[in-house]
C-alpha cells in the first residue's frame, strides 16, 4: 500500500515537467528571450528553492518520527518535484539552438519568430507569434513551430494564400501582415 502511494507521489511530481515533445532529430529551438527564462528558473531551483527546502527537510528529519511530520514529508515531495524540474529545465536546455526573430527584421517572409496577423476563410482575423515549444502561451497568441498552424505558415509571404490542415478539412489562411522584433 505505501509503495502505491509513493508511485502516486512521483507521477504527480512529475506533471508539472512535460511539455510537447521534440520532433526526433530536431534542435529545441527558442529566442534569446525564452533561453533567458528558462535559464533563470534552472539557476534560482538550484541556487535558492532546492537549499531551502533540504534545510527544512533536514530540520524536519531531526524531529524524529518522520511518519506524521507534514514539515519533512511536504519538504521529500517538494524536493522531488524541484529535481525534476531541474532534469527537465536542464534536457531542454542542452538541446537548445537559441535563434534571434530579429535578424528577420524587415522581411515579409514567415520564419521562427515571426509575428502574423492572418485572415480565416469565415473573415475572421488571428495574430500569432511563432515561437519554441517551451515558450507556447496559446491563449496568448504564442504557437509553438511545430504547430499545424506554424507549420502551415512558415515560408510564405505576406499576401500569400496557405492551406491549413484542419479536423474539419482544409482551411484557407490568407497572410495579412508579418513582422518581427527589431534588433537591439
Given at each position: 500500500?505505501?509503495?502505491q502511494a509513493n508511485t502516486n507521489d512521483n507521477d504527480d511530481d512529475d506533471g508539472d515537467n512535460s511539455a510537447p515533445p521534440i520532433p526526433a532529430g530536431s534542435k529545441n529551438y527558442m529566442t534569446?528571450?525564452?533561453?533567458?527564462?528558462?535559464?533563470?528558473?534552472?539557476l534560482k531551483l538550484i541556487d535558492v528553492e532546492r537549499p531551502e527546502v533540504v534545510?527544512?527537510?533536514?530540520?524536519?528529519?531531526?524531529?524524529?518520527?518522520?511518519?506524521?511530520?507534514?514539515?519533512?514529508?511536504?519538504?521529500?515531495?517538494?524536493?522531488r518535484q524541484i529535481d525534476g524540474r531541474?532534469?527537465?529545465?536542464?534536457?531542454?536546455?542542452?538541446?537548445?539552438?537559441?535563434?534571434?526573430?530579429?535578424?528577420?527584421?524587415?522581411?515579409?517572409?514567415?520564419?521562427?519568430?515571426?509575428?502574423?496577423?492572418?485572415?480565416?476563410?469565415?473573415?475572421?482575423?488571428q495574430t500569432v507569434t511563432i515561437l519554441g515549444i517551451d515558450e507556447l502561451d496559446p491563449l496568448n497568441g504564442k504557437i509553438s513551430w511545430?504547430?499545424?498552424?506554424?507549420?502551415?505558415?512558415?515560408?510564405?509571404?505576406?499576401?500569400?494564400?496557405?492551406?491549413?490542415?484542419?479536423p474539419g478539412g482544409l482551411e484557407e489562411l490568407l497572410i495579412l501582415e508579418v513582422s518581427y522584433p527589431a534588433p537591439q
Open positions: 500500500m505505501t509503495n534569446p528571450q525564452g533561453h533567458l527564462r528558462m535559464k533563470t528558473e534552472l534545510q527544512i527537510v533536514s530540520w524536519a528529519a531531526s524531529n524524529g518520527d518522520r511518519s506524521e511530520n507534514g514539515d519533512y514529508i511536504y519538504g521529500k515531495r517538494r524536493l531541474i532534469r527537465f529545465l536542464t534536457k531542454r536546455l542542452d538541446l537548445a539552438e537559441v535563434v534571434d526573430p530579429s535578424i528577420h527584421h524587415g522581411s515579409d517572409q514567415i520564419f521562427f519568430g515571426a509575428t502574423v496577423r492572418y485572415e480565416t476563410q469565415s473573415g475572421e482575423e511545430i504547430s499545424p498552424v506554424a507549420r502551415a505558415l512558415t515560408k510564405a509571404r505576406e499576401g500569400d494564400t496557405v492551406i491549413l490542415k484542419t
